[in-house]
């Protein structure tokens, strides 16, 4: 890669040049770079910024970063991934331009300093973004940045690109910190049934799933616009280096190319280490009269050994529903001996009303965020349903399974699962007492035993 096009004042010229070349892999154009300028923000002041919604940066306003992302290959559309520092980085900013080959004017490990007075702040897939606006059905979004204005906020360092070192992570110990900044995995590899698949389906974007020998998941997100979409997937296993983005609460890694890909030891050895029993089941559901925010799903373990949940799942169908409306994946968690393991949508809250971190945080609308009258099945590793509370299909307002504004408490007598809803299984509280349920709302934390069990 050539030292890349100076972006500034020439703007005009240089599109005129580029729409001259044939292709995108030419090794250099006039240079026009800055080296007078400096940030007076940081990164963290800007994102101070930011209050949910997108806001326009009205104050003069100046951050400096190093590009660590590339549309060589075309895995990158429009988009300029830029991190703090070269190395040891836990800070990313994303800014979209509407500019094709901006590998040329922005290579990987180029200073750039961006002017932020007029633009808009606002996030993409939990990475910080900035470019200009757009709207759509009243929603206010940071969009790309038209070309001509590019150079009035875009600037190129005169110091040669600098070699960005990827920050090693290891998927159990992933930080949202890390979003939109250079990572390294390592022991990765792809998935038994992927491998040799395509990186991309042609002109559709496509997840890949990457294991570690713990069988950890990231998702590899491909463009099927990329010059290697229709390579077959490596086999082997090492090390892989990308963009670490976030969908909603899943990490996500994005490569420049292939060159970031070094798959050549030995696959993981096989193990067997997902397991079933029936020792497991569901000991408690909370929906607080007083605070829907304090929810939860209790599990308990009765017997005396530890278990992995790898492989095992929770699904909510939603009143009457028949489809699984949301579901929780427990792989990577195990539930001690004769313990609890505690599930909450809002694990912040949990801990300031209950006194204690909950074991998983779920989203909201997860099976643990559940209003009362919703059924949940907890299923083994092999597809098998081991416990239920409530009949799918039925809707649980003012039937016996029914715990809105209340409690779910299996009775202590109960040592096994039990695939088939037994109402004699449970204490339930609710605010009608339909069908034999108890008319007594329930109030947090006073009125609910996270983490204990007789």
């Not at 600098?162 to 792809?190: C, H, K, S, W």
């Not at 090492?238 to 070094?262: C, K």
């Not at 204490?427 to 934390?445: F, H, L, R």
Request: net charge negative.
């Amino acid at each position: 890669m050539g030292t890349g096009l100076r972006y500034g004042a020439l703007l005009g010229s240089v599109l005129l040049f580029l729409a001259c070349v044939k292709g995108r892999d030419f090794d250099k154009a006039a240079d026009n770079c800055v080296d007078k300028l400096t940030a007076n923000a940081t990164f963290e002041e800007v994102r101070g910024l930011y209050s949910g919604s997108t806001v326009q940066i009205t104050e003069d306003l100046v951050i400096e970063g190093y590009v660590i992302s590339s549309d060589k290959e075309g895995n990158f559309y429009g988009t300029l991934y830029f991190q703090d520092r070269p190395s040891d980085s836990s800070d990313g900013f994303l800014i979209e331009i509407d500019l094709r080959d901006s590998h040329l004017f922005y290579p990987v490990g180029s200073k750039i300093f961006i002017k932020l007075r007029g633009l808009y702040l606002g996030q993409s897939r939990n990475v910080y973004k900035l470019g200009a606006t757009f709207e759509s059905f009243g929603t206010v979004s940071v969009g790309r940045l038209p070309s001509a204005a590019i150079g009035k906020h875009i600037f190129v360092s005169c110091q040669d690109p600098v070699p960005i070192e990827p920050t090693l992570v290891f998927l159990d110990a992933l930080d949202e910190r890390y979003t939109g900044t250079l990572v390294q995995l390592q022991n990765m590899e792809v998935a038994e049934e992927e491998v040799g698949l395509p990186f991309a389906v042609a002109e559709e974007e496509t997840l890949r799933t990457l294991v570690d020998c713990a069988d950890r998941e990231i998702e590899l997100v491909n463009s099927g616009y990329s010059d290697f979409y229709s390579k077959p997937l490596p086999e082997g296993n090492g090390l892989i280096q990308g963009v670490l983005i976030r969908e909603n609460d899943d990490y996500r890694l994005v490569v420049r190319s292939i060159d970031d890909i070094s798959f050549t030891g030995d696959r993981c050895e096989d193990v067997v280490d997902e397991f079933t029993s029936t020792s497991v089941f569901i000991s408690e559901l909370a929906d607080p009269d007083n605070n829907a925010s304090a929810r939860f799903v209790e599990l308990f373990n009765a017997s005396d050994q530890a278990l992995s949940l790898k492989g095992w799942t929770i699904r909510r169908y939603t009143n009457a529903n028949t489809e699984v409306g949301s579901s929780i994946d427990l792989t990577g968690y195990t539930i001690g001996g004769r313990s609890t393991f505690l599930i909450s949508p809002n694990p912040e809250e949990f801990e300031k009303v209950y006194g204690f971190f909950p074991d998983l945080g779920a989203r909201t609308n997860s099976p643990a965020d559940s209003n009362g009258d919703d059924n949940l099945e907890l299923v083994d590793p092999f597809g098998t349903v081991i416990d239920v509370f409530g009949v799918v299909g039925e809707d649980g307002s003012g039937t016996d399974h029914e715990f809105e504004d209340g409690r779910a408490l299996r009775r202590p007598e109960v040592a096994r699962a039990n695939p088939v809803y037994t109402f004699s299984e449970w204490e339930i509280y609710n605010d009608t007492g339909g069908s034999g349920t108890v008319n007594e709302p329930k109030s947090a934390p006073d009125d609910f035993t996270p983490g204990l069990r007789n």
